[in-house]
């Protein structure tokens, strides 16, 4: 089956640094990959969707400019936390579905990325 | 607005009983659904989808789940669970092409031995 990787699947990065966050489409070819953030024993909320070759497209409430997103290519999108603070420690997973089949593709998911801001 | 609730935080079962995870949704138009099951500090697997066609659909693992568009749920069920079907459960749903699946908040399944 198609493979989402996500990398790294854990971080700890000192507040006030940036921390970048890897998502891959190992097999498709994935024009769109959505972000999630998950807080413990929450639900999984959507950030943003990334949009290969135009800017991400970002949920109400989530910070543009402290959330970078960078579709650079058709496999992959990354998630830059920048100027990192203890509040921002989550899960972040992403999802990405397959081209041309956005109905009733399961979409894929990245194994999360724990992050920790100390 | 499309979404997705799942009412119970928690299910217990007893190992070999059947487990029933409920889950009800709301979108504008035809639903699409799915299960995803989570073990701790991983990322989500994909148990099962309804799209079209019969309400009972079979997916991974055994699990099974009813499409009912009256009560508009679509509960995710097995005839025997087992101790390592522990984990976090989560219900989710789209209606348009080339969106987000929603998720509902997650039930946590916890299977005694």
């Known amino acids: 089956g198609a493979v989402v990787s996500q990398h790294p699947s854990w971080v700890i990065c000192k507040s006030g640094t940036s921390v970048k966050i890897e998502c891959r489409s190992l097999d498709f070819q994935a024009t769109t990959m959505f972000w999630y953030r998950q807080f413990p024993k929450q639900s999984l909320m959507l950030m943003a969707t990334s949009n290969e070759g135009s800017k991400a497209t970002y949920e109400q409430g989530v910070e543009k400019d402290k959330f970078l997103i960078n579709h650079a290519s058709l496999t992959l999108s990354t998630l830059t936390v920048t100027s990192a603070h203890p509040e921002d420690s989550s899960f972040y997973i992403c999802?990405?579905?397959?081209?041309?089949?956005?109905?009733?593709?399961?979409?894929?998911f990245g194994q999360g990325t724990r992050l920790t801001v100390v | 607005a499309q979404s997705v609730a799942q009412p119970e935080d928690q299910v217990n079962v007893a190992e070999g009983n059947p487990l029933t995870v409920k889950c009800t949704y709301s979108v504008s138009g035809n639903p699409y659904l799915f299960w995803y099951v989570q073990y701790p500090n991983r990322g989500l697997q994909f148990l099962l989808k309804?799209?079209?066609?019969?309400?009972l659909v079979k997916g991974s693992y055994g699990f099974e789940a009813e499409f009912n568009k009256s009560q508009t749920s679509f509960h995710l069920k097995k005839p025997s669970a087992l101790v390592s079907d522990s984990a976090l459960y989560f219900c989710a749903v789209r209606d348009q092409a080339g969106t987000a699946l929603i998720f509902g908040k997650g039930t946590t399944l916890s299977v005694s031995s």
């Open positions: 309804y799209i079209t066609g019969d309400n």
């Open positions: 999802s990405a579905p397959m081209t041309g089949r956005t109905m009733n593709t399961e979409a894929f």
